[in-house]
């Protein structure tokens, strides 16, 4: 990589910008970085945050330790989020995208999937659903208007296509509300359609009653979408992220109906967007938090339910610049408008070229012309770094 520096230096005519080339590439590396911005869901800082230490070992990833057979990589952590979901089954792919995308051709390829206009979203990085539904080899059937659509809209498409209206697909608007005169059926609603329904909720709240919190579901969450609630109301299968509210490693989840579940697991494209073992024991180790109701042990929850007096308390023993109330929120394109009170660090001007290059990177934000470090999405550990880099930063 030196050399690659160095010639990359000399071949510009700039032979002394060597040094700071090679530097550059050092800092593009992939590393640990500490989060100030207050966005627990940050897409560019990885999402959830999420310590998974795998042995230098083999697993049993597809091998049955009970009965000495070949076994299936998804008896292991799907089968547990299954039963968090209060499904009868589950599958993991890639990402949430990854999800749709093989939920949809294997149930409707070269058919057509009734889905409502007001539903036709894309959720940051290029997941549009017209554009995912067009690769998976179904045809959009789109129904109602962008702000109303009624149950007799489905009703009327799917008499329309007959055999042909093979899935009903819902899909949660996660980062933009359409407010006002709006309409849109409800779950339990489009499940009487006699159509499979799928229903995208995206963001992974597993359980609206959240019990592995000791305060129960935050007022935050709002009226968020829950797989075990989705489900209980009809859906046949619900597809989530697994590093968005879930609070996990990224990953794909389809959890719902055994045999449906068993037709996405069949499809081709299944093996070519199934994870591996680091994932799955990511994704089991957090499923195994769910069931331990240890909320704790996610991180993503852990600083989720930080109270602002803690956070006050602990940005005024940081001791340097102001202590600041703030407002967190949960990001990854989830609850968009939600808020959640949160205290932090303030110093004056903008620092946040010299808080990314301190030697723990520090990502912060400008706000009124001072720099805000929120303290929500640091991890307590981080404190001192915080300190530190501020301390040297601003003189
Ligand atoms: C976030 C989201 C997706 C995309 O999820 P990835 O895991 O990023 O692929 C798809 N659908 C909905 C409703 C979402 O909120």
């Given at each position: 990589?030196?050399?690659?520096?160095?010639?990359?230096?000399?071949?510009?005519?700039?032979?002394?910008?060597?040094?700071?080339?090679?530097?550059?590439?050092?800092?593009?590396?992939?590393?640990?970085?500490?989060?100030g911005t207050g966005t627990l869901l940050h897409t560019n800082l990885g999402r959830a945050p999420m310590g998974w230490e795998q042995a230098e070992q083999y697993s049993n990833l597809e091998f049955d330790l009970t009965?000495?057979?070949?076994?299936?990589?998804?008896?292991?952590?799907?089968?547990?989020?299954?039963?968090?979901?209060?499904?009868?089954?589950?599958?993991?792919?890639?990402?949430?995208?990854?999800?749709?995308?093989?939920?949809?051709?294997?149930?409707?390829?070269?058919?057509?999937?009734?889905?409502?206009?007001?539903?036709?979203?894309?959720?940051?990085?290029?997941?549009?659903?017209?554009?995912?539904?067009?690769?998976?080899?179904?045809r959009l059937i789109e129904v109602g208007t962008t702000n109303r659509t009624r149950l007799a809209d489905f009703k009327r498409a799917i008499d329309k296509h007959g055999e042909d209206a093979a899935l009903v697909l819902q899909v949660h608007q996660s980062n933009y509300k359409i407010v006002g005169f709006t309409e849109a059926p409800r779950t339990a609603e489009l499940a009487?359609?006699?159509?499979?329904?799928?229903?995208?909720?995206?963001?992974?709240l597993v359980d609206s009653r959240c019990s592995w919190l000791d305060g129960g579901p935050p007022g935050w969450l709002d009226n968020e979408p829950a797989a075990r609630q989705t489900l209980e109301a009809g859906a046949d299968l619900v597809t989530f992220s697994g590093d968005k509210l879930f609070g996990g490693p990224q990953a794909g989840i389809i959890a719902g109906?055994?045999?449906?579940?068993?037709?996405?697991?069949?499809?081709?494209?299944?093996?070519?967007?199934?994870?591996?073992a680091l994932v799955l024991g990511a994704l089991q180790a957090t499923a195994l938090a769910y069931l331990n109701r240890d909320g704790d042990a996610i991180p993503f929850w852990r600083m989720a339910s930080l109270?602002?007096?803690?956070?006050?308390?602990?940005?005024?023993?940081?001791?340097?610049?102001?202590?600041?109330?703030?407002?967190?929120t949960p990001g990854g394109g989830t609850l968009?408008?939600?808020?959640?009170?949160?205290?932090?660090?303030?110093?004056?001007?903008?620092?946040?070229?010299?808080?990314?290059?301190?030697?723990?990177?520090?990502?912060?934000?400008?706000?009124?012309?001072?720099?805000?470090?929120?303290?929500?999405?640091?991890?307590?550990d981080d404190d001192s770094e915080i300190a530190a880099a501020v301390t040297s930063g601003s003189g």
């Open positions: 990589m030196l050399v690659e520096a160095a010639r990359t230096a000399i071949n510009a005519g700039t032979p002394d910008s060597a040094r700071q080339i090679a530097n550059d590439m050092a800092r593009r590396l992939l590393r640990p970085v500490i989060n009965t000495g057979e070949r076994g299936s990589r998804m008896d292991t952590a799907p089968a547990l989020i299954a039963q968090v979901c209060g499904a009868e089954a589950a599958i993991v792919v890639n990402n949430c995208a990854a999800a749709v995308l093989l939920a949809l051709a294997s149930l409707a390829e070269d058919k057509g999937v009734v889905v409502s206009r007001g539903e036709l979203v894309e959720i940051g990085g290029g997941f549009r659903v017209p554009d995912v539904m067009a690769r998976s080899g179904a009487t359609l006699n159509r499979p329904l799928v229903a995208d909720i995206g963001s992974g109906r055994a045999d449906l579940v068993a037709a996405c697991s069949a499809h081709p494209l299944a093996r070519a967007l199934r994870p591996g109270s602002q007096d803690e956070l006050r308390s602990r940005a005024q023993e940081i001791g340097v610049g102001i202590v600041v109330d703030v407002a967190s968009p408008e939600v808020e959640i009170p949160s205290a932090g660090v303030a110093v004056e001007g903008d620092q946040r070229s010299a808080l990314r290059n301190h030697r723990h990177p520090i990502i912060a934000r400008v706000i009124d012309g001072r720099t805000i470090i929120d303290l929500r999405t640091v991890h307590p």
